[in-house]
């Protein structure tokens, strides 16, 4: 439905991105393939981008400047893998100002400014955005 409403305006889906909840699971999970596959059905060519949560561990230290996003595309099998940095695919990722713009949220603690709405799903009672409104 919704790729219908924006395929009539002349708008298009290029991609998904998606981060794992735990620090160690840097592969494309169930959840991620079946939206990626949905997606697929009416963009073929659109990839996954997946966060690489130990680069991005290794960016808040100082030690890796790799880009912390992996892209995912589907083979001719219709398996989700990711694609090397040798560079078999039409997209190119130019990330370095990503990881500026992680390094300075991290440096700065602006990480603790942004809202998970998850967290309002948790508990209903506050308002993340407006806090003391329900006290």
Known sequence: MIEE???ARGLSVVGYF??????DDV?????AKNIGD???RYFPHAPILLLNNKKLEGLSKGKDRSPVMQLCVRDASKNWRVVGADGG???LLKEPSANVVLSDYISSEKWKEVI?????????TKDWLN?????
């Open 5 to 7: 409403h924006y395929v």
């Open 18 to 23: 998606h981060a794992n909840e735990r620090f």
């Open 27 to 31: 592969e494309v999970s169930g959840v």
């Open 38 to 40: 949905h997606i697929s």
């Open 89 to 91: 695919s039409k997209l």
């Open 116 to 124: 998970d709405f998850d967290d309002h799903l948790d508990d209903v």
């Open 131 to 135: 806090p003391g409104l329900f006290n």
